[in-house]
């Protein structure tokens, strides 16, 4: 069974960090374009980060460029989202997704995980 499972998330203050981990088991992510996505409250879901399988390459939502970094981890099989500068409005459930490219659309991918709680206050 092809699962995912998103661990890092947490309280923390404005201007804070957080490394969030997408973790798989049954499947290795190398083969899937992995991407970010958050859910605050009363809000829809919103494409966060991506990387792709092949070529590795990143993009990001413009209010999260210079601030978010996501990053393979080959040896643990994850892919990690590293936030700096964090702001109140960062606040959401983020959840990670596999899927066969990157793409701002959900229904491209076909595995999500749960998703963890980001709260950013004071």
């Known amino acids: 069974q092809l699962q995912l499972v998103e661990s890092g998330g947490g309280l923390v203050q404005p201007g804070g960090s957080l490394r969030l981990s997408c973790a798989a088991s049954?499947?290795?992510?190398?083969?899937?374009?992995i991407g970010w996505f958050r859910q605050a409250p009363g809000k829809e879901r919103e494409g966060v980060a991506c990387i792709s399988t092949s070529d590795g390459i990143t993009t990001y939502a413009d209010s999260m460029k210079g601030r978010f970094t996501i990053s393979r981890v080959n040896a643990r099989n994850t892919v990690d989202l590293q936030m700096n500068s964090l702001k109140p409005e960062d606040t959401a459930v983020y959840y990670c997704?596999?899927?066969?490219?990157?793409?701002?659309?959900?229904?491209?991918?076909?595995?999500w995980g749960q998703g963890t709680q980001v709260t950013v206050a004071s």
């Open positions: 049954g499947f290795t992510l190398d083969y899937y374009a």
């Open positions: 997704a596999a899927g066969r490219h990157c793409s701002r659309y959900m229904r491209v991918y076909a595995h």
